[in-house]
Antibody, heavy 125, light 106 residues
Framework: VTLKESGPALVKPTQTLTLTCTFS??????????VSWIRQPPGKALEWLAR???????FYSTSLKTRLTISKDSSKNQVVLIMTNMDPVDTGTYYC??????????????????WGQGTTVTVSS | DIQMTQSPSSLSASVGDRVTIPCRAS??????LNWYQQRPGKAPNLLIY???TLQSGVSSRFSGSGSGTDFTLTISSLQPEDFATYYC????????FGGGTKVEIK
């Protein structure tokens, strides 16, 4: 299982960022599979952004939901994240990660078990 | 939103020490809690899921405990490769990461 993020390294303030996560070794049509996007500003903590599930359910960070759109193309094994109105505070490394449901005591749990290497995005004029 | 708090943000320890890293949720999340290790310049690595289940391939010196709002990651005997930052993450409702605890060399 591998995932790889791609997208522009530099965007200007107010522009829209489009990131693509291309994966292999699993299918996002398989029950219990998720792909999430997470970012990390330089020297700061991880921040979860969004998630798309095998059945096309989508979830967003409350603080960023008005700026984010996540989608998938299962035929291409890709997940796309769009973030609008970019600002310098959005500078950082953006990761995508896979989760698969693992049963524990009758319930499924979804730790992110495989991550991409990350792609660095700088927002500057 | 569910907030995840990790305090302290850093701690110093020596090789061979037993280290405990706490994480607190702002509301009951049952056992929907995961732990990750991140080394500088690298992507995070899943250590523990469901609060206490060791991810395949992860050393047994790592263990997790807790339920509800209070959780702990324990490293039984700190090794040189364990100096890193550790994050908790809830997936009870949507998802949130804690602010991380950096384990530094004393």
């Amino acid at each position: 299982v591998t995932l790889k993020e791609s997208g522009p390294a530099l965007v200007k303030p107010t522009q829209t960022l489009t990131l693509t996560c291309t994966f292999s070794g699993f299918s996002l049509t398989t029950s219990g599979a998720y792909v999430s996007w997470i970012r990390q500003p330089p020297g700061k903590a991880l921040e979860w952004l969004a998630r798309i599930d095998w059945d096309d359910d989508k979830f967003y960070s409350t603080s960023l939901k008005t700026r984010l759109t996540i989608s998938k193309d299962s035929s291409k094994n890709q997940v796309v994240l769009i973030m609008t109105n970019m600002d310098p505070v959005d500078t950082g490394t953006y990761y995508c990660a896979r989760s698969k449901g693992q049963p524990v005591a009758g319930y499924y749990h979804y730790g992110m078990d495989v991550w991409g290497q990350g792609t660095t995005v700088t927002v500057s004029s | 939103d569910i907030q995840m708090t990790q305090s302290p943000s850093s701690l110093s320890a020596s090789v061979g020490d037993r280290v405990t890293i706490p994480c607190r949720a702002s509301q009951n999340i049952s056992t929907y809690l995961n732990w990750y290790q991140q080394r500088p310049g690298k992507a995070p690595n899943l250590l523990i899921y469901a609060a206490s289940t060791l991810q395949s391939g992860v050393s047994s010196r790592f263990s997790g405990s807790g339920s509800g709002t209070d959780f702990t990651l324990t490293i039984s005997s700190l090794q040189p490769e364990d100096f890193a930052t550790y994050y908790c993450q809830q997936d009870y409702r949507s998802s949130t990461f804690g602010g991380g605890t950096k384990v530094e060399i004393k």
